[in-house]
């Protein structure tokens, strides 16, 4: 059993107030025996109700873990385009009712305008499934607490963190206009990119990109268009060193753009894919701005003590096609498999050893070749419109359009056939070699728009 002496348990659900009015009183109340402590099974809190913190509080539940799971705003979520891949619906059971739309049409659209359609080698029953944020959030918190899960509608204001290795660590809350305290033996930190968690652990600071989003409401012949097509514009007019995007929702579109390098002017560049797509949303009406900071890679630290970061908070998004929804789902699962299994199911302590061993390492055995992958090709193909270019040459190429999809679809990297690697690799070099002659002519034609925007 893991033995401990949880002295905030009995007082978690009560109002500081009325914990602290009598202070003498309250410490010969909780005077224990040392040689009778009060046991109890593993008491874990996940903080943050998105993706990574539903997935790991299910896990935490179903193992058999006492388990709370923190979501301060259940009724928003956070902007996104919400492209999820085919894996996720099987691997997280995830309903085909909640499916927006099936996307089997994707285009790119290069800063010429060069436009290549990205779904020629979609199999039959292959499609990106597109959903809103708010629809698949609340599901999975509505199976974690099926699972035993208890919801905690609340904003946490602090963490207290232990200064030996058996204390609890003490959540302060508020819930209801009351401040309240919670003590936990673990803490899984799912609360974003700002997260509350990782700096309260000092798990280091990343860099962030900026995503921009309108969900703009079309009128039925327009939004007919975008039935099943999503679309990617890529050149500097719309983000210097990321794409834009028009995903289709259920009743409308989703138009954003994000960056890195630039993020003061996410406006401007939001009014550049307005532009580029104007004949396709004119007549549209806005009906929600979103914008949301993206972590650009995985923080420093992501374990420490007894309390492991998952997600966005964790840093886990992929450069080059900026996804986070599966990752962070993965990750929440994986973090809380690993307690289960490092505590035998709540019975015994766990330490930032047992983190690492079973959730650290599985996690990066399994994506880090996946992350560094990405990282690379978006230094190569995202730098220069020259360079943009060269990809959207590329994606006309069956073969690298069914590697894509292998690789996204059904999130490991494909294996090829080494000829066409090599035939690959060299049309790459070519494209690359080719289209830097047109690329610095479409660079000086965006420097003029730019210049009169």
Request: hydrophobic share 40%; charged share 25%.
């Amino acid at each position: 059993m893991a033995a401990q002496t949880h002295l905030l348990h009995p007082l978690h659900c009560l109002p500081v107030s009325l914990k602290t009015q009598n202070p003498q009183k309250q410490c010969h109340y909780f005077k224990q025996k040392p040689i009778n402590p009060v046991v109890s099974k593993l008491r874990a809190a996940v903080i943050g109700g998105g993706p990574a913190g539903s997935s790991a509080a299910e896990a935490l539940a179903t193992g058999g873990i006492e388990t709370f799971l923190f979501e301060r705003s259940p009724a928003t979520a956070k902007p996104c385009g919400g492209a999820i891949p085919l894996c996720m619906l099987d691997e997280f059971s995830i309903p085909y009712h909640l499916i927006d739309r099936r996307v089997t049409q994707m285009r790119i659209i290069s800063p010429s305008n060069l436009v290549v359609d990205f779904g020629k080698t979609l199999k039959p029953h292959e499609f990106i499934a597109m959903l809103r944020r708010e629809v698949l959030d609340s599901f999975l918190r509505r199976r974690a607490e099926s699972s035993g899960a208890t919801l905690m509608k609340a904003l946490v204001t602090n963490l207290v963190v232990p200064t030996s290795l058996h204390e609890p660590y003490v959540i302060h809350y508020t819930m209801d206009n009351c401040q309240r305290q919670l003590a936990v033996d673990v803490i899984v930190g799912a609360d974003g990119a700002n997260s509350r968690v990782a700096k309260s652990i000092k798990a280091g600071n990343y860099a962030t990109a900026i995503a921009f989003q309108e969900r703009i409401k079309l009128p039925e012949d327009k939004m007919g268009y975008y039935e099943n097509l999503a679309e990617m514009y890529v050149g500097n007019d719309v983000s210097p060193d990321f794409y834009a995007w028009v995903f289709p929702k259920c009743d409308h579109v989703a138009v954003g753009t994000g960056t890195v390098c630039s993020k003061s002017n996410i406006k401007l560049f939001q009014h550049g894919i307005r532009a580029r797509v104007r004949p396709k949303i004119d007549g549209g009406r806005v009906i929600k701005v979103e914008a949301h900071p993206i972590p650009e890679h995985p923080r420093p630290v992501r374990v420490r003590g007894r309390v492991a970061l998952v997600g966005d908070a964790a840093g886990y998004v992929t450069k080059c096609s900026g996804e986070g929804i599966y990752f962070a789902a993965k990750s929440g699962r994986i973090c809380g498999e690993a307690i289960v299994k490092a505590s035998q199911g709540g019975e015994k302590m766990i330490s930032e050893d047992d983190l690492k061993r079973v959730y650290l390492r599985k996690w990066d055995d399994k994506y880090f070749t996946t992350f560094k992958f990405l990282d690379i090709l978006q230094k190569v193909f995202y730098g220069s419109n020259a360079a943009r270019e060269a990809l959207v040459e590329l994606c006309g190429d069956e073969y690298v359009q069914r590697m894509t999809f292998d690789s996204y679809l059904y999130k490991k990297l494909a294996t090829g056939n080494r000829l066409n690697d090599a035939t690959m690799v060299m049309n790459t070099i070519s494209s690359l070699v080719r289209c830097n002659i047109m690329g610095r002519e479409v660079d000086a034609s965006a420097q003029k728009i730019l210049s009169r925007v």
